[in-house]
């Protein structure tokens, strides 16, 4: 019955790899998000996809890359890790519709040594 | 562009206190306001919800918030907290266009001693 999920909960991998995070929601929106919580428990918009096309895609870095198969799935590829991706990654989804509120996924704590 | 300002990073309380987190935000035209919960080792969890109407909301487990426009804030409340209170407390806010995202305060931590 899991509204959000996201795979892997941990994910720890070495500096330099390639790693993704998977995301599906059964909830029927048609917006999802990734958001970075950093170690200070900030979060912060990454990307937003609104069936299928990206529609926010804020000041990240280019090894980063999200891709939305269908409207219940957007995952997150991450290239040549490095030591300040360490961080919880929450997806979320939500309808376009602003009167709604995101409801958010478990989070993946990504550890890069 | 829109900010969110929470005032209290850390609030330490007993069981029974009552509490009050402030929480500002900037922007020039129409908003909708969110207070998160995030327990330990947990996802966020929406504790309440400011669209539109009325200015004071109500939400779970005994939370509630004040729209006051005049000041761009939305300060959440909470009569007499319990052990179980200790989280951390987001306050969020959208723009109201479609397909904006939420925008986070730094988050508060509230600890709730018993």
């Known amino acids: 019955d899991t509204a959000v999920s996201q795979t892997p909960k941990y994910l720890v991998t070495q500096m330099g790899n390639d790693k993704s995070i998977k995301c599906e929601q059964n909830?029927?929106?048609?917006?999802m998000y990734w958001y970075k919580q950093d170690s200070k428990k900030f979060l912060k918009i990454m990307f937003s996809?609104?069936?299928?096309?990206?529609?926010i895609n804020e000041t990240v870095p280019n090894r980063f890359s999200p891709k939305s198969p269908d409207k219940a799935h957007l995952n997150l590829h991450i290239n040549s890790l490095e030591l300040g991706d360490s961080a919880v990654y929450f997806c979320?989804?939500?309808?376009?519709?602003?009167?709604?509120?995101?409801?958010f996924g478990q989070g993946t704590r990504l550890t890069v040594v | 562009a829109q900010s969110v300002s929470q005032h209290n990073h850390h609030v330490i309380l007993s069981e029974a206190a009552s509490l009050e987190l402030g929480c500002n935000y900037s922007?020039?035209?129409?908003?909708?306001l969110f207070w998160y919960v995030q327990y330990p080792g947990q996802h966020l969890q929406l504790l309440l919800k400011?669209?539109?109407?009325?200015?004071l909301v109500k939400g779970i487990k005994g939370f509630e918030a004040e729209f006051i426009k005049s000041k761009f804030s939305f300060n959440l409340r909470k009569p007499s907290v319990q052990w179980s209170d200790t989280a951390e407390y987001f306050c969020?806010?959208?723009?109201?266009?479609?397909?904006?995202?939420?925008?986070f305060g730094k988050g508060t931590t509230l600890s709730v001693s018993s």
């Open positions: 909830l029927g929106h048609d917006t």
């Open positions: 969020a806010v959208t723009s109201n266009q479609a397909g904006t995202a939420l925008i």
């Open positions: 400011y669209f539109s109407g009325d200015p």
């Open positions: 979320a989804s939500s309808h376009r519709d602003s009167h709604t509120e995101a409801f």
């Open positions: 922007y020039g035209g129409t908003v909708n």
């Open positions: 996809y609104n069936n299928k096309e990206l529609i």
